[in-house]
């Protein structure tokens, strides 16, 4: 009967599920507790948050204290293509294995709790930023295909819901396989991500400025070279947002 499916449809299902199946915290396995979260208010209280000082162009956190506007040496020696590149937490302890669930694991139910950190960031670094589009990191249409699922467009997806603006798809694509860089150094990484992404409509980039997403920044290789397509297409700005900071 229609009323029937009517009351089913605006039924919250997630109370029951949370009875057959009890929601735990991915980082430290005890009940996540608030509906529809997967990380404990415990261990995201606890999770290391970046807090200044740190370099205003790049975002890597340094130790000390700085009291002036601070620039690292390395986008001092060779300034980025992005504006500005900010991320919430330090790669380290629980934030690390959460992470690395989410990429290799298929824990794709965290990017909810993941895209809330990063809206949060975004609300603290970019308050002032008006960003036309929210873009990501695209992976190899093989290797997509591999891991059925791309983290930072999931990401991406969920942020661009939560700040109210449109998600770029496909504007943007990986031309080659560029093999895993976790043991390459600085500039082994720069090489190996060179001309590695192409814009496949740039008369709809040209003019818009753009939030680009990923999940982990480390050397900003990646996003450096998507910053500079994406330029290169006539984008007037490209701002960088990250879960974490490696």
């Known amino acids: ?26 980082a430290c ?17 606890a999770f290391p948050v970046i807090e200044p000082p740190f370099c205003s162009r790049c975002g890597d956190p340094v130790e000390g ?4 506007d601070y620039i690292c040496s390395y986008c001092v020696d060779q300034a980025p293509a992005f504006d500005r590149a900010r991320s919430a937490l330090r790669f380290r302890g629980g934030v690390k294995e959460v992470l690395h669930h989410f990429k290799y694991s298929h824990a794709t139910h965290l990017d909810k709790d993941l895209a809330t950190v ?34 930072a467009r999931l990401l991406a997806g969920r ?7 449109t998600l770029a798809r496909g504007c943007l694509v990986r031309t080659r396989e560029t093999g895993t860089q ?8 720069a090489r190996n991500m ?18 680009l997403v990923d999940d982990i920044m480390t050397t900003g290789a990646t996003v450096n070279e998507i910053s500079r ?18």
């Not at 605006?10 to 009875?19: F, G, Q, R, S, V």
């Not at 204290?65 to 002036?68: G, M, N, V």
């Not at 603290?124 to 190899?140: G, K, M, N, Q, W």
């Not at 060179?194 to 939030?211: K, N, Q, T, V, Y």
Request: net charge positive; hydrophobic share 40%; charged share 25%.
């Open 1 to 26: 009967m229609k009323w029937g499916r009517d009351i089913l449809r605006h039924l919250n299902p997630e109370p029951l599920l949370d009875l057959l199946w009890p929601r735990t915290c991915e």
């Open 194 to 211: 060179a001309d590695a992404f192409e814009p496949r409509c740039p008369e709809w980039i040209g003019g818009r400025s753009f939030l």
């Open 182 to 189: 976790t043991h390459l150094g600085m500039k082994d990484r």
């Open 118 to 151: 990063l809206h949060a960031c975004v609300r603290t670094h970019y308050s002032h930023e008006r960003f036309d589009a929210v873009i990501f990191v695209p992976l190899h249409p093989a290797k997509e295909r591999s891991r059925t699922y791309n983290q």
């Open 65 to 68: 204290e700085i009291t002036r």
């Open 229 to 246: 397509t994406l330029k290169a297409a006539g984008a007037t700005k490209v701002c960088v947002v990250t879960v974490a900071r490696g």
């Open 29 to 45: 396995g005890k009940p996540a507790g608030e509906a529809a979260k997967y990380l404990c208010w415990d261990c995201l209280a």
């Open 159 to 165: 942020l661009a819901d939560m700040m109210d603006i």
